[in-house]
Structure formats: structure tokens, C-alpha cells
């Protein structure tokens, strides 16, 4: 084996790894979700994205079965951050805070699952699912941009 070839089934490896620990935080991310659906300090058009994230996730039919063992889930995963990165963007960030009951940073950790989710994903499935959420958005940064308070404090 070459090194380079090496190094990719190493990298490979890691990614797999992370990707497995974060698709035990998606029950987690839905109950998110399903809470910011109840908020009224949330947007229609963000309510929008997030109930139909809720029913892409749920629904039996996907860009890629989650009868597939592992990459099944990486879809879900990947539109779960995503669309939570894309609220990040566009409402007070204490707003997801609220409703985000876990012990790790809910920014830091969508951020993560989007970017190595999207290891995984084939190109033309990243820029569908990516699609669906920038389409809604109309305007504002990318969806994995997502900054601190001015004063720098959370």
C-alpha cells in the first residue's frame, strides 16, 4: 500500500469514528427542533425548514434509505445541522439555547456533524440537501457560518 492510500483509509477511518458518536445526538437534535417548532420567537419560514427537516429525517423515504447501515444516517444527521447552523444564522442564538438541554456547545457540535458528514456524502447529494435549506434562506451568510455576540460573550 502507498502512503497516500494509507493516509486516506487512516483519515477515512477517524471520520467514521466521529461520524458514528455524533448519530447517537440525533434523537437529541429532533427534540431540538420539535421544541423551536413550539417557539414563537421563531420565524414561519424558519419553522418551515425545521418541520420539514423533521419530516425528511423521520419519513422512511431519503436521498440515501436509512436501511443503509451507517450512511443511512449521515443524511439525517447532515440536514439536522444544517438546518439548526441555518437558525443559528438568522435568529438570537439564545433562542436554540433555551431548548438545547446538552452539555456540549450546540454550535460547536452542528458544526462538526455538518462538516464531517459532508466527508461522506456524494457531491451531488450535499449540494440537494444543502439546497433545500439555502433556498429558504433567500438571503444571509452560508449555512456553516455562524458567529458570536459582538461582545464576544455567549
Do not use: C
Not at 423551536?36 to 421563531?42: Q, T
Not at 450535499?126 to 455567549?154: F, N, Q, W
Amino acid at each position: 500500500m502507498s502512503a497516500p492510500r494509507d493516509e486516506r483509509v487512516r483519515k477515512r477511518g477517524e471520520m467514521r469514528a466521529r461520524m458514528a458518536e455524533y448519530l447517537l445526538f440525533i434523537p437529541n437534535l429532533l427534540r431540538l427542533v420539535v421544541s423551536l417548532l413550539r417557539d414563537d420567537r421563531v420565524s414561519k419560514m424558519d419553522k418551515a425548514i425545521l418541520a420539514g427537516t423533521i419530516i425528511y429525517v423521520v419519513s422512511p423515504i431519503d436521498v440515501i434509505p436509512d436501511f443503509i447501515p451507517f450512511i443511512g444516517q449521515v443524511d439525517d444527521a447532515f440536514l439536522l445541522a444544517i438546518s439548526i447552523l441555518r437558525l443559528l444564522n438568522r435568529a438570537d442564538r439564545s433562542v436554540v439555547l433555551d431548548h438545547w438541554h446538552g452539555a456540549i456547545d450546540i454550535k460547536e457540535l452542528v458544526t462538526n456533524i455538518a462538516l464531517v458528514s459532508e466527508y461522506f456524502l456524494p457531491k451531488k447529494i450535499k449540494s440537494v440537501l444543502r439546497g433545500r435549506i439555502e433556498r429558504g434562506a433567500g438571503e444571509g451568510p452560508p449555512y456553516i457560518v455562524v458567529t458570536d455576540s459582538p461582545s464576544g460573550s455567549d
